[in-house]
């Protein structure tokens, strides 16, 4: 199945969606998420052709070829941006106290990350391992980046990253990374409560509409029947 995916897309697009489904978390294997693209895409043609005109199914289903990635693995992974926003700053805050108290960098990680449950927390738990198996602190965080859709999340990463390797103390610019997270975590909230009128206006068009059409032309029906 390798194979044919190989021949029907480029090394280019395969990478791309390989990454994707990594930064998503998505269980989904990225050969098997190409092959249900191309057949969803083929059940919608054949489902809209049985019902109308060719030149209308070939438009749907081109659509819904082109936005199935969008729906299934760029919505997932900004949901994941929002979920590691919201922990990295209920985990990066504990660890700036353990800094403060006087544990060392890489006890503090190793500390708040078996004391906090959450998805990030588990990458932390990751670059303990890896570090154990031989792979420096900086090696270890690149690795995690790569891993992580948060730009404000690979900040903070990218600030230990360095603080390790040139010896500089960290906790001032954890403290800056901190409320930078905030102020887009803050953001982010507004833009979503923004977002619920709209909703709301659409929800309502599309439940009111009908029954306006009902009211114009069911008149109109009973007359043609009667």
């Known amino acids: ?25 998505s269980k989904k294997n990225p050969t098997i998420f190409l092959v249900e693209r191309i ?48 922990e990295g700053l209920y985990f990066f805050e504990v660890l700036m106290l353990s800094l403060e108290s006087g544990n060392n960098l890489e006890n503090s990680i190793e500390l708040v990350s078996k004391s906090i449950e959450s998805e990030l927390s588990t990458e932390f738990k990751k670059v303990i391992n890896e570090m154990k198996f031989g792979k420096t ?16 999340v690979n900040n903070i990463l990218l600030s230990i990253s ?12 954890l403290k800056n990374q901190i409320d930078f997270l905030r102020k887009k975590n803050f953001l982010t ?30 008149p109109l029906l009973v007359g043609l029947i009667t």
């Open 189 to 218: 909230l507004k833009e979503e409560i923004n977002k619920i009128p709209v909703k709301i206006s659409i929800v309502s068009v599309l439940m009111i509409l009908p029954l306006i059409l009902l009211l114009i032309l069911g």
């Open 137 to 152: 602190l900086p090696e270890a965080l690149a690795a995690m980046q790569k891993r992580i859709p948060s730009e404000g």
């Open 39 to 86: 057949a969803l895409t083929l059940a919608v043609f054949l489902v809209v052709n049985a019902f109308s005109l060719i030149w209308l199914a070939l438009s749907i289903s081109f659509i819904f070829y082109v936005f199935y990635e969008n729906i299934f693995l760029d919505k997932l992974i900004e949901k994941r941006i929002q979920k590691l926003d919201q």
């Open 1 to 25: 199945m390798n194979n044919l995916m190989a021949k029907m897309y480029s090394q280019k697009t395969i990478e791309k969606i390989e990454r994707k489904v990594m930064l998503a978390k």
């Open 162 to 173: 360095n603080t390790s390797s040139l010896g500089t103390k960290l906790n001032e610019i």
